[in-house]
């Protein structure tokens, strides 16, 4: 493809894109075509001669459009949001346009240092510590994922207990982990990658009226390892919990990782972002005294097309002895000179994307001030639609719901509970398969609650207004 052609389409790809928002009102939220509908529409083999390129938009209009679930659709409050926005589509864009590898200091100067000023950025957007700065001896990265963030902060807690030994001998003691029930699984994904094992993961107590973590339990059960002969060495504590948003009580988890001498992990994938406004920063108390490590996702609410999830460390010593190997034909005279970062050291893949050209396109479109409006606009959604459940008293609404995700559940009182449960899944199938909106489900204490998530720019009141109106019809 020369410049011109690029050009060509370029301009029709970008005008797609541009046509997609402005109509994507027009599309059922989530996809409604049966397995195998997509791949059947789609030839067997590859071809053999190259086609024009007006043929892949055309495919992508009439056999992928309708297999496309409309993640930026103004009624799709599922999971979590995985915000897209202008500025970052464009940065993506760009990072693929020069198409840089970025693995070490040398292979891309300016990815590295472009990636150093955003991440100390978003910690001073944030209100992070000082020391999760690249000038301190912490520092952040962007990983992939919080699954990868998690993997990298379990590395560096092994690192750590064992003074270097899991690198070079492999493990060779029973190490501990310690989540709740309701920790992400990306956790004990981890534990199995390092080779700690699913099986010495520690599920600790939640207190059942905040579904946080049981400071007191996680204390008795590093105890019983302790004595057992077991290694405990990291902690997970979530702000945010996937399921509810719950949050575990990071000072009183810290303090006894601390006085044990364990790694604490904190995974805010979802709601880090919102520290973004001061009011909210009451979510990280514990985080600068506590933290060893801490994850939060600019791709779900951040306005910050996946991928991209920034880890800092609050030492990132032992991240990179973890990691770090210098074959011979990475050598290079900055990397000797010990004044640069290879981030390749901060990660589990050695190649990586310019990943910050996208994060600094955001933070330099929407600004501090931009990024509070969309949280705080979010947040306010998210309130409003809670009062509404609140007053009809045919609905249970589960406090609390500090952010953008209320969980609430139909009564059923005639029914059994696991009848109740049954209607309220089928209930939300019912307005799913509809197409106007998308809801997503999960269990609070036995029950089926329905999970409703704003955080989209391109939801409006209106939007979770309607929303409301057709789960009330729904339940009739
Ligand atoms: C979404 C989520 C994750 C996983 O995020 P990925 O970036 O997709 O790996 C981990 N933890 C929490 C609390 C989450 O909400």
Known sequence: MSPEEFREFGKQVVDWIADYYAGIESHPVRSQVRPGQVRAQLPAHPPEQGEPFERVLSDLESVLVPG??????????????????????????????????????????????????????LAELLGLPEHFRTDAVGGGVIQDSASSAALVACLAALQRVSD???????????????VSEHTHSSLERAARM???????????????????????????????????????????????????????????????????????????AYAGVAAVCPELRWINDGVAEFADSYCTN?????????????????????????????PEYLRNPATASGEVIDYRDWQVPLGRRFRALKLWSVLRWYGAAGLREHIRGSVGLAQEFADWVRDDPRFELLEPHPLGLVCFRPL??????????????????????????????????????????????????????????RIQEALG
Not at 298 to 321: E, G, Y
């Open 298 to 326: 600019a791709h779900k609410w951040l306005l910050t097309n996946f991928d991209c999830s920034v880890l800092w460390m609050a030492d990132r010593r032992p991240m990179i002895d973890a990691l770090s190997i210098l």
């Open 164 to 178: 270097g030994q899991v690198a070079n001998q492999g493990i060779t003691r029973r190490h501990t982990l310690y």
């Open 194 to 268: 390092v080779g700690v094992g699913a099986d010495n993961v520690r599920i600790v107590d939640v207190d059942p009226n905040t579904l946080g973590m049981d400071p007191g339990h996680l204390d008795a059960l590093i105890a019983d390892d302790v004595a057992a002969g077991a290694v405990p060495t990291l902690v997970c504590a979530t702000i945010g919990t996937t399921s509810t948003t719950a949050i575990d009580p990071v000072r009183a988890v810290g303090e006894v990782c601390r006085e044990r001498g364990v790694w604490l992990h904190v995974d805010a």
């Open 68 to 121: 496309v679930t409309h993640w930026q659709h103004p009624n799709f409050f599922a999971y979590f949001p995985a915000n897209a926005s202008g500025p970052a589509i464009l940065g993506d864009l760009l990072s693929s346009g020069l198409g840089v590898q970025g693995m070490v200091w040398a292979t891309s100067p300016a990815c590295t240092e472009l990636e150093t000023v955003v991440v100390d950025w």
């Open 412 to 469: 059923f009182p005639q029914l059994s509970a696991e009848d109740a449960n049954d209607r309220t899944y089928r209930l939300m199938e019912s307005l799913n398969d509809a197409g106007e909106l998308y809801l997503t489900h999960t269990k609070v204490d036995g029950k089926t609650v329905l999970r409703l998530a704003i955080g989209s720019p391109q939801t409006e009141r209106r939007h979770v207004l309607a929303a409301w109106k």
